[in-house]
């Protein structure tokens, strides 16, 4: 599974709507991934959004995540602001390892908690490459 820029940044511009606001609140959802013996976990770090307001879609090979916030979400005149509540895409490419079929989240406290379970028998082998 692999984190794909140019395609978060293609989402980003559809259709021109608010797109300087996803890009600007984009990296204000930091994600981590780790693995078990049997899936990807994902968490998206997204506090104070609105859990039905999530939407998780697989294109192809692509997963991607979106948050848009609800019609007349209230803007305020900020005196200091470190953090956005705003929308975001990001999309992460997905190898064939990867059971679309039974992807699952859930949002937990502030996280949204996406496991990608790895097909058995499937697992991605990994190589190491010497530096010289």
Same mark, same amino acid.
């Given at each position: 599974?692999?984190y794909? @820029?140019?395609?978060?940044?293609?989402?980003?511009?559809?259709?021109?709507?608010g797109?300087? +606001?996803?890009?600007?609140?984009? @990296?204000?959802?930091?994600?981590?991934?780790?693995? %078990?013996?049997?899936? #990807? *976990? &994902?968490?998206?770090?997204?506090?104070?959004?609105?859990? *039905?307001? #999530?939407? +998780?879609g697989?294109?192809?090979?692509?997963?991607?995540?979106?948050?848009?916030?609800?019609?007349?979400?209230?803007?305020?005149?900020?005196? &200091?602001?470190?953090? =956005? $509540?705003?929308?975001?895409? $990001?999309?992460?490419?997905?190898?064939?390892?990867?059971? %679309?079929?039974?992807?699952?989240?859930?949002?937990?406290?502030?996280? +949204? @908690?996406?496991? +990608?379970?790895?097909?058995?028998?499937? *697992?991605?082998?990994? @190589?190491?490459?010497?530096? =010289?």
């Amino acid at each position: 599974m692999h984190y794909n @820029q140019s395609c978060a940044a293609k989402g980003n511009q559809a259709g021109n709507r608010g797109s300087h +606001l996803f890009i600007r609140s984009m @990296q204000r959802a930091a994600v981590n991934v780790y693995k %078990t013996e049997t899936s #990807f *976990e &994902m968490l998206v770090f997204a506090p104070g959004r609105i859990k *039905e307001n #999530f939407s +998780l879609g697989v294109k192809g090979n692509e997963l991607t995540v979106t948050y848009r916030p609800p019609e007349g979400f209230p803007k305020f005149d900020w005196v &200091m602001r470190e953090y =956005s $509540r705003g929308g975001f895409v $990001r999309t992460f490419t997905l190898d064939d390892s990867i059971d %679309t079929t039974k992807i699952s989240a859930k949002y937990v406290d502030g996280v +949204l @908690q996406v496991s +990608l379970p790895v097909i058995a028998g499937k *697992e991605t082998v990994s @190589q190491e490459i010497k530096v =010289s």
